[in-house]
């Protein structure tokens, strides 16, 4: 079965720098959830989106922006980057909007900013 | 302010009973999540209570007490590939996913 495609799976970046991540959610699922993860650390909620539209705001820093696409594909930009960018980044989608906790989460793409 | 408590480690032996305790205080209530996570890896959803009880699939099952603010995460015949972190999440009344820090298991042969 598809799963929650996430590109690219690995990235390094120097400080200041730009980079932008993405995801392909499984067919048909209209939620797609940006979380970011530190080493020994639970997932941070960033951003989702339901219907290519915002839908929740977590704590994603203002230097980072998001967007869902017309074929439901996300994408997480982040600029200025800094050493404490520097972790795993999951996305993850749901069939059922908002309204669920169960989550498919990608693979993951690990950032890191030297 | 929301809080999600559970044991930073527990350790077991390969073939034994572990139980792995959560307690939350979130603003409402829509539903308990397990997740298992192993190391470098995504998340991957174990379980899912919202009502009291017990839910039970396969050597896995978690309980939920709502009056009590509680549930547990009962592994069964543990085996190697067990060994890995579990993860508390509560959906709350504005539907936001409030994650626990995580219980990493360590199995012992």
């Known amino acids: 079965a598809a799963g929650v495609i996430q590109s690219p799976r690995h990235l390094i970046k120097e400080k200041r720098e730009t980079a932008t991540l993405k995801c392909y959610p499984i067919?048909?699922?209209?939620?797609v959830y940006w979380y970011q993860q530190g080493p020994g650390q639970d997932p941070q909620f960033l951003i989702s989106?339901?219907?290519?539209?915002?839908?929740d705001k977590g704590s994603i820093p203002d230097r980072f922006s998001a967007q869902q696409f017309s074929d439901y594909h996300s994408e997480l930009n982040m600029s200025s980057l800094e050493l404490g960018d520097s972790a795993l980044y999951f996305c993850?989608?749901?069939?059922?909007?908002?309204?669920?906790?169960?989550?498919?989460f990608g693979e993951g793409s690990r950032l890191t900013v030297l | 302010g929301q809080n999600i408590d559970q044991p930073t480690e527990m350790t077991a032996t390969e073939g034994a009973i572990v139980q792995i305790n959560c307690t939350y205080q979130?603003?409402?209530?829509?539903?308990l999540f397990w997740y298992q996570q192993h190391a470098g890896e995504a998340p991957t959803f174990l379980s899912y209570?919202?009502l009291d009880g017990l839910e039970e699939k396969g050597r896995f099952s978690s309980f939920l007490s709502r009056s009590k603010g509680y549930s547990y995460l009962l592994l069964k015949e543990l085996q190697m590939k067990d060994s890995a972190s579990y993860l508390c999440?509560?959906?709350?009344?504005?539907?936001?996913?409030?994650w626990g820090a995580g219980t990493k298991l360590i199995i012992k042969p």
């Open positions: 993850a989608s749901n069939p059922s909007g908002r309204h669920s906790g169960e989550l498919f």
């Open positions: 979130t603003s409402g209530f829509n539903g």
């Open positions: 999440a509560v959906l709350d009344s504005n539907y936001q996913l409030i």
């Open positions: 067919p048909r699922h209209d939620t």
């Open positions: 209570n919202v």
């Open positions: 989106f339901y219907e290519k539209m915002q839908s």
